[in-house]
């Protein structure tokens, strides 16, 4: 996190806000009902409380504009910047304006959400500056995330209460979710949660997160899975890309989702029965696509299924026991992937690296062997 | 991306995008008396805030990100 500076905070915990003018895009409302909800992400974690006033001048003035409009910084019609709000102060200090040449919305990703994009500029309002953390709130480019489950990231409660302290009211009937912290992609004891290919790139996924790792680039780029697939889950338990279907297909429980490119597919998510698996498999631990054989192996626990992807059946003579194929195989299979003819089973922190035709092992290599540490 | 797909107007987009959020300040002089040019060494800042690959020339990713929707506040540290 990064904040404007000590001096450039609000010198009292009472803060006033008022919705100058409104969008043609939601309802009053709906409006109202998004800008409290912002600042509340805040309040939460600090002392500080936000009062409304509907005439006069409050510290938080939020106001909706198009291209010049009445500060140095216009605006740039659709898309691009959405938003923009000036550091703690006097005047047009704290004061948040919404770019109306976007479209805004209450809760639908067919816009940007308002809630999202306030919450993001009321932090300039109260002093943090953006951050480098893709996971932060206070990052300063948009991403889509569910308003119903929204969590304060860590990153930006350590911004927060660095400037204004801890929320001393304490409401013991109400036991708040942790924040939710960005993992560090070279952190050599993370265990992935999945690892699957993507029409030439490597995703690898964590948390709410993953790293997507294509030729052409050295560094990993970090990105929220839900800015890339707006309505998948997040901590999943395994990933594919079916070749023949060009689709990703994400496990999470018993549910299935599946992808064609950024588009979720008609139909799904569907069970994990609907790939032929017995209603005994409650969830899967990993996914491979063979592409020499067109099969798809689910693991689960220390056995594995095959999935005739042509037929879309279960192969007969399933589940096998891992290590009888895989030798040297002994932990719980966590993800896998077949990269330029190779098998790479990932077992904790550790990838095993095999000829999935003979069950040759021939390297044990680090989760980070693919993320350029 | 090779060098060469870059087009004028990427080059401008950029330069717009580095003014406007990392600071970027018209150069005077020849860049070659003052080494690496004043965009280069600001696109090495963004791409080390955005955590792409650190080349400082204009490259696909880069663009890509200078693309996206975001705040229109700056990413340096200029508020005050």
Known sequence: FSTFGKNLKWEKNRITYRIVNYTPDMSAPEVDDSVEKALQVWAKVTPLRFTRIHSGTADIMISFGRQAHGDFYPFDGPDGTLAHAFAPGTGIGGDAHFDDDEHFTFRSNRGYILFLVAAHEFGHSLGLSHSDDPGALMYPVYSYRNPDTFVLPRDDVNGIQSLYGRNSVKDPSVDKPQPPTTPDVCDSTMVLDAVATLRGEMLFFKDSFFWRSFPQSNTPQLSLITNFWPKAPTHIDAAYESQQSDRVFLFKDRRVWAFAGYNRVRGYPKTLSSFGLPRSVKKIDAALYDVESGKTLFFVDRSYYSYDETRKTMDQGFPKRVDQTFSGLTGKVTAALQYRGYTYIYSGPYMFEYSLRTGRLFRVLRNSYFLRC | ?80
Do not use: W
């Open chain 2, 1 to 80: 991306v090779p060098v060469s797909q870059v087009t004028e107007q990427d080059e401008h987009d950029a330069e717009s995008y580095l003014k406007r959020f990392f600071n970027l300040t018209e150069e005077k002089g020849p860049t070659s008396r003052r080494g690496v040019s004043a965009v280069s060494s600001k696109l090495s800042e963004m791409q080390r805030f955005f955590g792409l690959h650190i080349t400082g020339t204009l490259d696909a990713d880069t663009m890509t990100m200078m693309k996206k929707p975001r705040c229109g506040v700056p990413d340096t540290n200029i508020a005050s």
